[in-house]
């Protein structure tokens, strides 16, 4: 839900969002593909740079966001440094229990490192397009790839619905507290079950009363609506033509020098 | 002539009971018909029936001189010439871009593109909420997805439009320039407005015609001077005067004076009072 306030604000919001996928796409493409941690750490700042200099927002949002993904990236990071072997021999350091040994070696530290960075530069890529590309802007994009019309039309509603049936539980939930429903942990057990079947049958309700209502605006079994004609903004072409550019750059340069 | 009217309409529900047994009620073209009634009176129940939604038990309703008789093709028609504006509009907004759902009646009558967006933004223009055109419909207050809810029916542009409870949850300007903007409308296109409302003070300054509904029968009807002429009926049933009427009745009966209580506007307190003065 943050993200869908954030992405709002965003000044690059207005950009055809074609443009954003496109570069966002490459970016994390070249990211995976260059396995080098110069491209990753410059990938994650270049996209973290457009976020919060130019898409201005919030840099404590966005790097919050940014430990979202981090708990697991060290403990993935983790298991691969660590090895486990009959010497420690290739280990810094080392520890063992009868006759194995484990311990972090060089090759070990190394690859997790550049796992790491990777990781990184691929969620910023993520992050670029989900903090600047509004959901409606993604699902147009999407109602005109190859994917059939009804799923992204149900995606479409269950993402407007989110929002109606977070409001009703929200709603329920504060006339149940302002009653004292939560005040013990019985009456909170109670609540919560009357807040789950109230929502069930609501959201029943609230189908029906949808569907009549779009019958009557003429619902014909397709969704159709306008679909926004979004200007190019030069200077962001330019731009990401420089930076997807300079990354492959990169890229192939750090490939050959092994960095 | 009447647009669109009902004979000896009954509708029930699952349950068995009669949301709405014999009505019978017409709606002109360039007028404004108010439909007043307590809460469960049945106005939303009437207004379902309007657009060919729910179907009547028995009785008919009738478009344009002829009663409908329920096929696909019929109710095709009837849907797009009659508009309805939803009391909740969180059950009628259903895309989360409000532009792409204030589109959505229009793209649906297979009108060329440029017309679709030209009536889109000059519907988005008349309700007020241009500028929220791009944001998304969870992020809008209650009034302004009650506005694009409006604005999702103008784009039909209809030759009946319904409104349930349009001014429930406006701020007093949006209320006023809401109920401008339904006058223009029957004004300059001739379409025939019918809404329910319990902001009863606004009633005599923009109602043509009222129908009063009581569980589901038709209690009485007439131009909001006939109606208000009734205090005592209206009480009976949860309903009450306009403020104004209030006054002016109070002014009759404890004070003794030679006032006309129907008369519910400032306009027409003003003259009351100002003959009050002069008779003096
Ligand atoms: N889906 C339903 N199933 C069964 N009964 C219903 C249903 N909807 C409404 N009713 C009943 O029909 C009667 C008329 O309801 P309706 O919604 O038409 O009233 P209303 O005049 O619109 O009221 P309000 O001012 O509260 O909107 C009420 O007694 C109500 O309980
Ligand atoms: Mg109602």
């Known amino acids: 839900m943050i993200i869908d306030k954030l992405v709002y604000n965003s000044k690059l919001r207005n950009i ?14 070249i990211c995976i593909a260059a396995n080098s941690f110069t491209v990753s750490v410059l990938t994650a700042f270049t996209m973290l740079f457009l976020i919060i200099c130019i898409g201005k927002t919030p840099a404590k949002n966005v790097l919050h966001l940014m430990t979202v993904p981090i708990v697991f990236v060290i403990m993935g990071a983790a298991a691969i440094a660590i090895s486990i072997g009959r010497s420690d021999g290739a280990m810094i350091a080392s520890f063992h229990i009868g006759g194995v040994y484990f311990g972090i070696g060089c090759d070990g530290l190394i690859l997790a490192l550049g ?7 691929a969620v910023s890529c993520m992050y670029f397009l989900s903090l600047t590309t509004p959901m409606i802007d993604l699902f147009t994009l999407l ?34 507290d302002a009653r004292l429903g939560y005040d013990t942990l019985k009456t909170s057990y109670r609540s919560t079950s009357c807040l789950a079947s109230n929502l069930f049958i609501r959201s029943f309700r609230q189908a029906e009363k949808t569907y009549t209502a779009m019958e009557s605006r003429g619902y014909d079994g397709n969704i159709n609506v306008i679909m926004p004609k979004r200007n190019h903004c030069a200077p962001f072409i330019i731009f990401a033509v420089i930076f997807t550019a300079a990354a492959l750059a990169a890229a192939i340069l750090c490939g050959r020098a092994g960095i | 002539m009447n647009i669109i009217e009902t004979e000896n309409l009954y509708y029930k529900y699952d349950d068995g009971s009669y949301a709405l047994s014999d009505v019978s009620i017409g709606f002109e073209k360039g007028k404004i018909t108010t439909i007043l009634g307590a809460n469960g009176a049945g106005k939303s129940t009437l207004f379902l029936n309007l657009n060919g939604i729910l179907k009547p038990e028995s009785g008919t309703v009738k478009f344009m001189g002829k009663s409908i008789k329920y096929t696909r093709s019929e109710i095709k028609n009837l849907r797009r010439s009659v508009g309805i504006v939803f009391q909740d509009p969180d059950d009628q907004l259903f895309s989360a871009s409000v532009l792409q759902d204030v589109s959505f009646g229009a793209m649906n009558m297979k009108l060329p593109e440029d017309e679709v967006m030209r009536r889109v933004n000059d519907a988005l223009e008349r309700t007020g909420i241009a500028r929220l055109k791009d944001n998304p419909t969870h992020a809008l207050s209650f009034g302004q997805k009650k506005r694009a809810a409006i604005a999702g029916i103008l784009v039909m542009k209809p030759e009946v439009i319904i409104l349930d409870e349009p001014t429930a949850g406006l701020d007093p300007m949006g209320v006023s320039s809401l109920m401008h903007l339904l006058k223009d409308i029957c004004q300059n296109e001739g379409t025939a407005i019918i809404m329910s409302t319990h902001d009863i003070d606004v009633v005599p300054i923009y109602s043509d015609y009222i129908y009063v509904l009581d569980r589901g029968r038709l209690l009485t009807s007439g131009t909001s001077s006939e109606v208000f002429k009734n205090p005592d009926i209206l009480r009976e049933h949860n309903l009450r005067l306009p403020r104004i009427s209030h006054l002016l009745e109070i002014l009759n009966k404890c004070d003794n004076l030679e006032t006309d209580f129907s008369k519910a506007t400032i306009g027409g307190a003003r003259e009351e009072i100002l003959n009050l003065i002069r008779s003096k």
């Open chain 1, 16 to 29: 055809a969002p074609i443009e954003k996928l496109l570069f966002s796409m490459a970016m994390l493409f």
């Open chain 1, 115 to 121: 796992t790491m960075l990777k990781c990184f530069g």
């Open chain 1, 143 to 176: 109602r005109k790839s190859i994917i059939p019309n009804f799923i992204i039309e149900t995606a479409e509603l269950i993402y407007r619905y989110i929002f109606v049936l977070f409001d009703v539980s929200s709603r329920i939930h504060t006339a149940q």
